[in-house]
């Protein structure tokens, strides 16, 4: 019987060895990951965990389902080293474990740049359970807490700290929240709206270091800034961990390279989920930091190591959740030069169409989760929309789709 090997146990890993088996796979499946606990899900980290609406973490399975399924686990134990040519991993603590196939899905960690105090007690960021834990225990009404970059991490802690009654103060480089992903116009609606619940921002200006007597005190920013506080959170983007194919003939770059089938460029060798850097049908090299896309990539790698040869094209989809606002977005749009707007800016209530070159590329909505959806089709199937009818709320975008096959 085959042996498979997972390394990385949480979203695109625990999806893919529980797909091994509901696929039927009766080989051996082993799923290795740093982290102690059990795959959990990361959004409510920022949300519901971090507001203290839920106080365990949602795993993915029960926990008692991996051994129930027969499946292997290494949770607390690291992946060290690949030996591609004699198809073994070798841990942290010296265990050596045969594959037949692997999958390589060690995900993201946060940035850290170099920035005096960054290490200092009350500098947190946050990506792990233990993270979120940390913040909420400072998170006590009447904090100040000062947020170093205002991208989706950076503006749902935000929201969920003032939920708590946490005074927050955010600096930000570029010149509006999230302007990278959504342009300046976009990225104003939701500045207005943390506004509107008492956050103090600056824009155009960034962490220059972190000060306090044996813990965090004050912030000094590029511009001359002096921003006091009880804590500080910094969210400032992810890198891909590929230290594990270090040495081995797996291509790299910004991410693991895979072809259409998720598979590296060694045979019998996938990645998924934020690591992974896919060949994507529509959207060409990306690697995407979402959910839905991990989830997803954990499903199709496992069926491509059983040899099924499916095509990843998912037409990508996140959500975010901000006070009573739900954010959604599908597709994936790196640039564009034309929005159109369906509703209202300023009434946060509205969908909006990025195209480039007359095509469909991106859909953003906030309160208005229905065109989302209805836009995904579109998306994957690179229409171009008469800019009229994307404009009207009355235009029903399904009329759009290709005719299924
Ligand atoms: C606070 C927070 C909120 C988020 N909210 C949203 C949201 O609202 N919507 C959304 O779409 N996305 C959200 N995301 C993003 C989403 O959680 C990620 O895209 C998803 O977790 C990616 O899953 P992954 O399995 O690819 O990688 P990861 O979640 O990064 O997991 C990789 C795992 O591999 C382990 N690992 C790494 N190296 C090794 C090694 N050598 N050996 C063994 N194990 C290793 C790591 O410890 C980790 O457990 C959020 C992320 C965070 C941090």
Redesign the pocket.
């Known amino acids: 019987m085959p042996t498979f090997l997972v390394?990385?146990?949480?979203?695109?890993?625990?999806?893919a060895a529980a797909t091994l088996r509901e696929e039927g796979f009766d080989g051996g499946v082993v799923l290795?990951?740093?982290?102690p606990h059990p795959?959990y899900?990361?959004?409510?980290?920022?949300?519901e965990y971090?507001r203290g609406e839920e106080q365990e973490p949602r795993f993915i399975r029960p926990p008692e389902w991996y051994e129930k399924n027969q499946i292997e686990t290494?949770f607390g134990?690291?992946?060290?080293r690949i030996d591609v040519a004699g198809r073994s991993v070798e841990?942290?603590d010296g265990e050596r474990i045969a594959f037949d196939s692997l999958l390589i899905?060690?995900?993201?960690?946060?940035r850290k740049f170099p920035l005096p105090g960054l290490d200092l007690p009350g500098v947190h960021d946050?990506?792990?359970l233990p993270?979120?834990d940390a913040i909420k225990a400072a998170a006590v009404p009447g904090a100040r807490a000062v947020l170093v970059g205002m991208g989706?991490?950076g503006a749902?802690?935000t929201a969920s700290l003032r939920s708590r009654g946490v005074d927050v103060t955010v600096v930000e480089f570029a010149e509006t929240p999230l302007q990278r992903v959504l342009g300046a116009e976009l990225g104003r609606v939701l500045e207005g709206l943390h506004r509107d619940h008492g956050v103090t921002m600056f824009f155009r200006d960034g962490a220059e270091r972190f000060e306090g007597d044996g813990r965090f005190e004050v912030l000094h920013t590029k511009e001359g800034r002096r921003i006091e506080g009880d804590f500080a959170v910094v969210g400032v983007g992810?890198e891909p961990?590929t230290?594990?194919v270090r040495g081995t003939d797996v291509a790299v770059d910004n991410g693991i390279l895979v072809d259409p089938a998720l598979e590296t460029n060694v045979p019998g060798v996938f990645a998924?989920?934020?690591?992974?850097r896919h060949d994507h049908p529509v959207f060409g090299r990306i690697r995407?930091?979402?959910?839905?896309?991990?989830?997803k990539?954990?499903q199709a790698a496992a069926r491509n190591m059983l040899g099924r040869k499916e095509v990843f094209d998912d037409p990508h989809?996140?959500?975010?959740?901000q006070y009573d606002v739900n954010i959604q977005m599908a597709g994936f749009a790196t640039e564009w030069d034309d929005v159109i707007v369906r509703g209202s800016l300023e009434e946060r209530s509205f969908a909006a169409f990025l195209l480039k070159d007359g095509v469909l590329r991106s859909t953003f909505t906030m309160n208005w989760p229905r065109d989302v959806r209805r836009s995904m089709p579109l998306i994957k199937a690179q229409v171009r929309a008469d800019p009229k009818m994307l404009a009207d709320p009355e235009f029903d975008l399904r009329t759009l789709a290709p005719p299924k096959e």
Not at 7 to 15: E, F, L, S, V, Y
Not at 41 to 47: H, I, T
């Open positions: 390394i990385g146990a949480n979203m695109a890993g625990g999806t290795i990951g740093q982290e795959p899900e990361r959004p409510p980290l920022s949300k971090l290494r134990q690291g992946a060290q841990l942290l899905a060690t995900g993201c960690r946060n946050l990506r792990y993270d979120s989706f991490i749902e802690v992810v961990v230290d594990v998924a989920g934020d690591v992974a995407v930091e979402h959910f839905d896309n991990a989830m990539m954990g989809w996140f959500w975010s959740d």
